[in-house]
């Protein structure tokens, strides 16, 4: 679980340095590359709290799983897309995904584990975290350098 909880984390982050790589390829301004980010932040940032309820009513087992198939394809997407429309909708859709699984990982935790050892786990949770967006830049920076900017979303598939 925290496997795909630290790839959505880590596509909070990795954009950042691959912004001037994507201006130059997609022919964007400033002002259209930032909604690479922000409308990944936005489309993961709103339906948090639903996408919780939806994993008390339909499980977190399942919604974990369809949270991680949209934005593994959504990912794809992004790495495909040849105009910066189509990586902003595609990053819409990666964020949605991401909303979907952010909860349900949570959940997990508390129904797993007893209280006793559920600061352990939380603890865990969080350090996932913090790596992840540490890790996002890094791997950003070898991944655009070497391969593309295309690949620091076609990594997540």
């Known amino acids: ?6 790839m959505i984390l880590v596509d909070v982050t990795i954009v950042s340095v691959a912004n001037p790589a994507i201006m130059a390829s997609l022919g964007a301004d400033y002002d259209a590359v930032i909604w690479v980010t922000s409308a990944y932040l936005l489309a993961y940032a709103v339906p948090l709290l639903i996408a919780g309820r939806l994993g008390d009513r ?3 087992k399942n919604l974990y ?7 593994t394809v959504a990912s794809l997407g992004c790495g495909l897309s ?7 909708a595609a990053r819409v859709v990666q964020g949605v995904g991401a909303a979907l699984l952010t909860p349900q ?9 007893p ?4 600061g352990v786990a ?9 790596v992840a967006t540490l890790v996002g830049p890094l791997a950003g920076g070898l991944l655009v350098d070497h391969l593309g900017w ?4 076609i990594v997540n598939v």
């Not at 990982?105 to 584990?113: E, L």
């Not at 209280?115 to 559920?118: A, D, E, K, M």
């Open 58 to 60: 339909y499980g977190p």
């Open 65 to 71: 799983i369809l949270g991680l198939a949209v934005f």
């Open 115 to 118: 209280p006793q050892r559920r």
């Open 1 to 6: 679980m925290l496997i795909g909880f630290f």
């Open 122 to 130: 939380m603890s865990v949770w969080g350090a996932t975290a913090g």
């Open 105 to 113: 990982t949570m959940t997990v935790i508390t129904r797993t584990f």
């Open 150 to 153: 295309q690949w620091i979303f």
């Open 82 to 88: 040849d105009t910066i429309g189509m990586l902003v």
